[in-house]
DNA sequence: TTGAAAGCGCTAACAT
DNA sequence: ATGTTAGCGCTTTCAA
């Protein structure tokens, strides 16, 4: 069963014209059969289509590029700092249903240009939609730039913003207060919290949900508790020294990310402090990291390769459709208990 | 400073027409200066050239495509079972000079596709080359179907072969050769080796490594101390079990990749064993997660993004020159040594 | 050394 | 419901 196509007597592909000669109708009738488009009589349809089958015709992207308004060419833009794990999901989640949207997906790195130098290297590319994760979607030069050219662009985990822009998000915020709120429950008190790279604002909302949870319980959210980090596993290392240095040692740290905590459970290896039986540690992001670590981490599941399927199905409503209902879809969050948290220790379950 | 392309009255970027209108040449001259072909007077190239930057103009990618002879697009081929994590790293290093050989990568998947249909999946793509990443690289049927269509392709890590296919390798069976070597050296006695998934060949070639080194120094490979694993973190926690379990316990363990290396250490935590003072772990690829692990990994550091860029170069190379002086390029390993690495324990270091 | 003509494979805008 | 006519932006002939 030959599912390979066939080729011309000139060895090149089969084109919408063969196809329209073995069917005995003009290209402009296959063309519409192949977009499902305006009314094509069911019996020129099948003629159409059992040709299609036979050649094993399948249009050119590239000539549809060409001659259509153009509308089909999206962009993933990235920067070389963003992990090539992150980026991998992203592009995966937006591969997955490209083709169903009939969108070709390009992949363009843009590092270190301006916004105008970015807005500039988009157009050449000729793409009608571009999807900006982080940290370029908190960047509100280029999203405006972009706007300012026409150009759709969906940002993936970005702050909330009141313009009309189209965004993917989980409630980051939330995410860290049911967290936070998780380890109260647990019963600490004492909980240490280390800080994500301040460029990514999603730290920002992060460390919002701490506060929140700690302060909504009666309990203070110290700045001493607070301390600063970057997302890298070394940065980890340094804010879990700290937290471990203080006079009244944290019985539970939250750290912004999975690295941070795989670094926090790695000083406190190292200084003979069993995790979780003496102190519970939590990341967030759920990458393969939380589960190739001892102990397994409990931390927020983000459903990164999701993100870019909805940023892709987003930008697709908007080039083709103009718009869409909801221009801020919100993805839900997990959090995943797995075994790196549990009671604080010392603390008698009754009584005195 | 607008790096932004320049607009005509109706909106559209400037096409290869306004560049030669503005010049006051033919389209074909301007053709030839972008492409640097035949002979064009210095008088004339440099007024093309000042029209092209004064307009900002790029030339389309797509209706080159269509235009040209089409040898300018190639794709990374990969199947849902290659990690987000390697694929990003691939992506990574093709994209960074796709660019420069003025190729335009696609990413394709082909999932439980034939070899046959993975060949009309190409060739519907219509590109004239293609990247394979483990575990196609070892499909030989593919290969040869590839080949009978004229579709060039480049196996990334594949077996050694006779074949005059393009490949791009590190030398897998040298590298555990050396790391085992390396064990030897350190007074290691009773290694454990956790093997790869039989899927993919690199995993028989690190394995023979490992054979070859032990023997060479003396040492049984005996069966007992080679278990199975696939890659998996899950498959690298079985073996670990086994290895531990056996009467005489390995004072090292060596995983076919990171991931299994950083089972065993979760193994050994449990089981109080003291990494690496009691038990030498080390690993395969130096992935992120060997620097995120305590204590944090000896292993193989295998340059996969250096692989992808090379691919790409060697397509280049292929499709436009048709042939390079070596098809077969070698790249280098490196032995990274950190902290999961010691002596055995419990050894004298001299006289009885 | 340069230019004119003829497409590449497809679709948009009009016919019919 | 189907066909005709023009391109899309560029490159490949071939001619000057």
Redesign the pocket.
Known sequence: MATEPDRTSDG??P???DVAARAG?????V??V??KQ????P???SRVEEAIAALNYA??AV??A????DDRRVALLYRASTTSAYLGELLLGALDNAADHRLHLVVERCDGASAEEIVAQVQHARVSGVILPPPLCDWRELIEALAAKKIKAVSIAPDIVDSGELTIAIDDKHAAFEMTRHLIELGHRNIGFIKGNPQHRASARRLEGFRQAMRANGLSDDEQWIVPGDFSYRSGLDAAERLLDLPVRPTAIFACNDDMAAAAITIAHQRQIDVPAQLTVCGFDDTPLANAIWPTLTTIHQPIRDMSREALALLAAEIREGGTANPHVKLDYRLIRRQSDAVPPRRPKTGV
Chains 1, 2 share one sequence.
């Open positions: 090149k592909l084109t919408i014209r109708v003009s290209v402009m009738t063309s519409r192949i977009n305006s009314w094509v009589s019996k020129t349809r249009p050119s000539a549809r060409l001659a259509g308004s």
